[in-house]
């Protein structure tokens, strides 16, 4: 008996020597298999289950490794590499108080051993961090969380919780691509991680994806019923979907009221989700253009862009609400930013449109000066020019004082000004489509303001200004 059992122990370290060979050869899967060999013939041998911990975690199997490494220090409680690995495994799995334990016995084993120090210091920084993440956590300082977990990470590359917590942040922060490949990885090898379906639901949820987002949260749900989060984020999901859509049917109804209404309460569902509350001010804006409060519209397509720099629809509801307003260098402003962003020909014609409408804006606006509406009617312009021409004529302020003359003097020159544009087919034309009114030999500079008036009155002698009383004039014709 004594000879077979020796037999099997020179057995199986001939076995764990040809492990050694391929662990120093990097060939870890064939490590494995001999350290096996060699646990298979010799069972009671702690450093066969260390060196085999030690090649399981090389392969990244780390929960494995833990159970090899707790036998080893089982079979051999003064094995201080046991306990290192021990140790390590907890720490790599996010579990850095019970990391904590283990080299503080590998400490009390060998009190002067580096490693044991060097790892013991990690795991307390790893508690430290987690300490941190925690509160900036609660403060919304998600940006801050990233970082505490990316450094817990270094020492924990294994701890699922550390990776949930960041990719979920990183949804928070809008890294939806960051965020969504966390997930992945940890869904690859866990299929059922209820915390990485509920991250993958999350940013479908963020990136306006409601309806894929609500199927992976009620899959979380279904492995983890009593997921807080998923329940709540699939719960303002489902409510957003049916908010927006009863608004966009309500506007598709021609019911805007009620659709201001609806986008409302779907913006306070959750202030978390930018890019669907981007469209949600987006659509509100659009429904305040429909009923003409074009300030709230503005208000509500300046939100969605703050939302979202990108939003190009947005942009281009606010620039027509800039013309609407003939707020026309700030609508140019917007066209140029759409214009930059998508390089189209309809883009490029709005943009055009609103830089002619802008200098038009900068030259004096005659329809104003006569007190008539754009599309006026010749017989209008002409009965709007009597009626100004008089009110500002200068015989009629030569009682005023030289202030208020200098003033009246200039009205009559801009109404005979305007009258001379908008009376001549040709003129008004060119006016209305923005062209420079100097070409063509119409220099505005040079006409009098006096004669124009005499011929559209009859000529000289046709009229007379006559006190009537102080300060009232009445009109006598020939």
Same mark, same amino acid.
């Given at each position: 008996?004594?000879?077979?059992? $020796? #037999?099997?122990? &020179? %057995?199986?370290?001939?076995?764990?020597?040809? =492990? *050694? @060979?391929?662990? /120093?050869?990097?060939?870890?899967?064939?490590?494995?298999?001999?350290?096996?060999?060699?646990?298979?013939?010799?069972?009671?041998?702690?450093?066969?289950?260390?060196?085999?911990?030690?090649?399981?975690?090389?392969?990244?199997?780390?929960?494995?490794?833990?159970?090899?490494?707790?036998?080893?220090?089982?079979?051999?409680?003064?094995?201080? $590499? #046991?306990?290192? &690995? %021990?140790?390590?495994?907890?720490?790599?799995? =996010? *579990? @850095?108080?019970? /990391?904590?334990?283990?080299?503080?016995?590998?400490?009390?084993?060998?009190?002067?051993?580096?490693?044991?120090?060097?790892?013991?210091?990690?795991?307390?920084?790893?508690?430290?961090?987690?300490?941190?993440?925690?509160?900036?956590?609660?403060?919304?300082?998600?940006?801050?969380?990233?970082?505490?977990?990316?450094?817990?990470?270094?020492?924990?590359?294994?701890?699922?919780?550390?990776?949930?917590?960041?990719?979920?942040?990183? @949804?928070?922060?809008?890294?939806?691509?960051?965020?969504?490949?966390?997930?992945?990885?940890?869904?690859?090898?866990?299929?059922?991680?209820?915390?990485?379906?509920?991250?993958?639901?999350?940013?479908?949820?963020?990136?306006?994806?409601?309806?894929?987002?609500?199927?992976?949260?009620?899959?979380?749900?279904?492995?983890?019923?009593?997921?807080?989060?998923?329940?709540?984020?699939?719960?303002?999901?489902?409510?957003?979907?049916?908010?927006?859509?009863?608004?966009?049917?309500?506007?598709?109804?021609?019911?805007?009221?009620?659709?201001?209404?609806?986008?409302?309460?779907?913006?306070?569902?959750?202030?978390?989700?930018?890019?669907?509350?981007?469209?949600?001010?987006?659509?509100?804006?659009?429904?305040?253009?429909?009923?003409?409060?074009?300030?709230?519209?503005?208000?509500?397509?300046?939100?969605?862009?703050?939302?979202?720099?990108?939003?190009?629809?947005?942009?281009?509801?606010?620039?027509?609400?800039?013309?609407?307003?003939?707020?026309?260098?700030?609508?140019?402003?917007?066209?140029?930013?759409?214009?930059?962003?998508?390089?189209?020909?309809?883009?490029?014609?709005?943009?055009?449109?609103?830089?002619?409408?802008?200098?038009?804006?900068?030259?004096?606006?005659?329809?104003?000066?006569?007190?008539?509406?754009?599309?006026?009617?010749?017989?209008?312009?002409?009965?709007?020019?009597?009626?100004?021409?008089?009110?500002?004529?200068?015989?009629?302020?030569?009682?005023?004082?030289?202030?208020?003359?200098?003033?009246?003097?200039?009205?009559?020159?801009?109404?005979?000004?305007?009258?001379?544009?908008?009376?001549?087919?040709?003129?008004?034309?060119?006016?209305?489509?923005?062209?420079?009114?100097?070409?063509?030999?119409?220099?505005?500079?040079?006409?009098?303001?006096?004669?124009?008036?005499?011929?559209?009155?009859?000529?000289?002698?046709?009229?007379?200004?006559?006190?009537?009383?102080?300060?009232?004039?009445?009109?006598?014709?020939?």
């Amino acid at each position: 008996m004594w000879k077979l059992l $020796r #037999g099997r122990s &020179r %057995e199986a370290e001939s076995f764990k020597e040809q =492990g *050694n @060979a391929y662990y /120093a050869k990097k060939d870890y899967n064939e490590a494995y298999n001999y350290y096996t060999k060699a646990i298979d013939m010799c069972p009671k041998n702690a450093s066969y289950y260390g060196n085999r911990a030690a090649t399981l975690m090389m392969l990244g199997r780390f929960r494995e490794a833990l159970g090899d490494a707790q036998q080893s220090v089982r079979l051999d409680d003064s094995f201080v $590499r #046991g306990h290192l &690995r %021990e140790g390590k495994c907890h720490l790599s799995l =996010g *579990n @850095a108080m019970a /990391a904590c334990r283990s080299f503080q016995r590998a400490l009390e084993l060998d009190h002067k051993n580096a490693q044991a120090q060097q790892e013991f210091k990690n795991a307390n920084a790893v508690i430290e961090y987690e300490k941190i993440a925690e509160t900036d956590y609660e403060k919304r300082d998600f940006r801050k969380v990233v970082f505490c977990m990316d450094r817990a990470l270094e020492f924990a590359p294994a701890c699922h919780r550390f990776k949930i917590l960041k990719a979920e942040c990183l @949804a928070m922060l809008g890294r939806y691509p960051e965020a969504q490949s966390v997930a992945s990885d940890i869904l690859r090898m866990d299929s059922t991680n209820a915390d990485a379906l509920y991250v993958r639901g999350l940013c479908l949820y963020y990136e306006d994806c409601i309806e894929k987002a609500v199927q992976f949260f009620v899959q979380a749900l279904r492995m983890a019923p009593d997921h807080e989060k998923a329940c709540v984020a699939c719960r303002n999901a489902k409510a957003l979907k049916a908010k927006k859509e009863d608004g966009n049917k309500a506007f598709k109804e021609g019911n805007y009221k009620l659709a201001y209404e609806l986008y409302t309460e779907a913006l306070g569902i959750d202030p978390n989700n930018i890019k669907t509350n981007a469209k949600l001010y987006c659509n509100r804006g659009t429904v305040n253009s429909k009923l003409r409060k074009l300030d709230d519209a503005i208000e509500d397509c300046t939100n969605a862009v703050k939302l979202d720099d990108t939003y190009i629809k947005a942009y281009l509801r606010r620039a027509q609400c800039y013309l609407d307003t003939e707020q026309y260098e700030e609508a140019v402003r917007d066209y140029e930013k759409v214009y930059q962003t998508e390089k189209t020909k309809e883009h490029k014609q709005l943009l055009k449109n609103a830089q002619l409408e802008l200098k038009k804006s900068k030259r004096k606006d005659y329809y104003k000066i006569l007190g008539v509406d754009k599309n006026a009617s010749e017989d209008e312009i002409k009965k709007a020019y009597r009626k100004r021409a008089l009110m500002h004529h200068p015989d009629r302020h030569s009682g005023a004082s030289a202030e208020v003359q200098k003033e009246e003097e200039k009205k009559f020159k801009e109404v005979g000004e305007a009258f001379t544009i908008l009376s001549d087919p040709k003129k008004k034309t060119r006016y209305d489509s923005g062209q420079d009114l100097d070409e063509e030999g119409m220099n505005m500079g040079d006409f009098d303001a006096n004669n124009i008036f005499k011929a559209f009155f009859g000529g000289p002698g046709g009229f007379s200004f006559e006190a009537s009383g102080p300060g009232n004039f009445f009109f006598q014709f020939g």
